[in-house]
């Protein structure tokens, strides 16, 4: 049921029962929910915020590379993908997006906060010391600014699927239709498997309701 939240990477921040929570299912994490200062609907939200975004990326993704080829199907991310994250996130009551790793970005308004390299950079060293990029997970519930009460990131792997519009060689087409849009583009020359960047997600302190009378 967890699926996207394998082996935790546990953090000085990372309070254990929201780990915990990550590592059970929803049913068993009742009693821990009640036991903690976290409330499940937060990362309930979190998870379903992350599955939902990526799946529908991939699969808008996949089916627009087919009904208009890779130029437009760079053109479709262009346009939909920032649009798909702000619906996707107000569907949950979450602010969600991806970042790339440092230096390999495509849309510059995609980079990093500093609060996220920071993650990503961690994410780095444990892929270059063998860890798998889709298994990087932080989650955050303490130490955060006052209008956030929850921050998540996950590794984002390379796939086949994205090679031809981030790998080594992508075909002209893509290219051109990158080299339009994105001028100062450095987000080719991935490998499968490499780590792409991750997902984010925060939750904003104000929808996070204590439970009331
Ligand atoms: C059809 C071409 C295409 C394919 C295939 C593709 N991407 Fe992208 N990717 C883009 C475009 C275009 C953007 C910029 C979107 C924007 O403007 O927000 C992007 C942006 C990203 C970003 C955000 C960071 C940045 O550099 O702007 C990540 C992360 C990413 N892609 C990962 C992937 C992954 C993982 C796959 C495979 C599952 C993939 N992409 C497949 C075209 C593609």
């Given amino acids: 049921m967890n699926r996207s939240f394998p082996r ?30 976290v409330e499940a609907s937060p990362l309930d939200r979190v998870q379903s915020a992350a599955r939902a975004f990526s799946t ?25 993908a920032p649009k798909i994250a702000e619906r996707i996130g107000a569907e949950h009551g979450v602010r969600i997006g991806r970042v790339p790793v440092a230096g390999r970005q495509r849309n510059p308004a995609n980079a990093a906060a500093d ?13 270059a010391a063998g860890a798998k990029p889709g298994e990087q997970i932080h989650v955050q ?5 006052g209008d956030v009460s929850l ?12 090679l031809a519009c981030h790998g080594r060689s992508p075909p002209s087409d893509a290219l051109q239709a990158i080299a339009r849009y994105y001028p100062a583009d450095t987000a080719t020359g991935f490998d ?11 939750v904003p302190a104000i929808a996070t309701k204590e439970p009331g009378p």
């Fill in 8 to 37: 935790p990477i546990v953090r000085r921040s990372v309070v254990p029962a929201v780990i915990a929570l990550l590592l059970v299912g929803a049913t068993s994490a009742q009693s821990l929910v009640e036991a903690s200062l």
């Fill in 56 to 80: 529908t990326l991939k699969a808008t993704l996949s089916s627009r590379i087919a009904e208009d080829g890779l130029a437009g199907a760079v053109g479709f991310c262009h346009t939909e």
């Fill in 115 to 127: 609060w996220q390299a920071v993650v990503l950079a961690g994410f780095q060293r444990n892929v």
């Fill in 141 to 145: 519930v303490i130490d955060l600014p």
């Fill in 151 to 162: 921050r998540m990131m996950r590794g984002i792997a390379v796939e086949p699927l994205c």
């Fill in 192 to 202: 499968a498997g490499d780590l792409r960047g991750a997902l984010w997600v925060e």
